[in-house]
């Protein structure tokens, strides 16, 4: 990128059709899945040291606030995972058209619906 | 040719971000579906240090490290750059892949002493 070409695209001045939203979100979930990896080494960590240490570990997780903080936190790891499986679809050529775009957008937003759903569930 | 891709060539990481993609799914499935009927600590235990599973454990943990160091560098040259940030876009890039580089080696450690019950 150093042939100065002029750049004409300030996206803050645009409306964003709803499969920008899945790119983007993907990309920042995948940021946020990397500190969430630290915690999941932790939680890794603590689960397997010793049968105290793994009591502990879930008698902290039994509190309101850390299980909505975990919720949280298995919501954009599942995102991450659902935008991923959407992506590998369409590398194998299927939905590659905008309305196909569009369609795969709705369903990994309504996936993840769902998987929130289905981790409040188990972990409340 | 930007010496930070992960293989020094796009396809390869193509590849290798679609392959480590899909060992973490199947990691993540594996676990969900070990931790999810049983939540006990017996279970888990015993379920995490058979020897596959620590294999598969491992595996997975490279997976992240190659997918994360792929994603990151993806992300940075699109956002940290001369043509974002300025003459600073460059170095800065650099500093923050230097940054990923030092956490993604603490968390192979980490996870491999976890995994092999060193700690």
């Known amino acids: 990128m150093k042939d100065g ?8 001045t645009m409306k964003l059709p709803i499969t920008a939203w899945a790119s983007i979100s993907h990309r920042v979930s995948g940021i946020l899945t990397i500190p969430i990896f630290a915690l999941f080494l932790w939680v890794l960590q603590l689960s397997l040291e010793s049968k105290e240490s793994f009591q502990i570990l879930q008698e902290n ?9 975990i919720i949280l936190v298995l919501t954009v790891y599942s995102y ?6 959407k992506h590998l679809i369409m590398d194998l050529g299927y939905g590659e058209t905008f309305e196909g775009g569009v369609i795969g957008a709705k369903l990994l937003f309504a996936c993840t619906g769902i998987s929130f759903i289905l981790i409040s569930w188990w972990l409340w | 040719m930007n010496v930070t891709v992960f293989n020094r060539s796009g396809i390869s990481d193509w590849i290798l971000q679609r392959a480590s993609s899909v060992i973490m799914l199947a990691y993540s499935l594996t676990v969900a579906s070990a931790v999810i009927p049983d939540t006990s600590y017996e279970a888990w235990s ?3 240090t058979q020897t596959w599973m620590r294999g598969f454990s491992t595996l997975a943990l490279l997976a992240m490290i190659a997918h994360s160091w792929i994603g990151v560098w993806a992300v940075l040259t699109d956002y940290v750059t001369v043509r974002m940030l300025g003459s600073l876009g460059e170095r ?3 500093f923050l892949l230097v940054l990923m580089g030092i956490l993604l080696l603490v968390y192979l450690l980490w996870g491999v002493f976890i995994i092999w019950g060193f700690i």
Do not use: E, Q, T, Y
Not at chain 1, 5 to 12: E, G
Not at chain 1, 61 to 69: D, E
């Open chain 1, 5 to 12: 070409r002029p750049v004409n695209l300030d996206i803050s």
């Open chain 1, 80 to 85: 991450h995972l659902l935008a991923g499986i």
């Open chain 1, 61 to 69: 997780f039994s509190a309101p606030l850390a299980k909505v903080f």
């Open chain 2, 92 to 94: 800065l890039r650099l």
């Open chain 2, 46 to 48: 015993v379920f995490m």
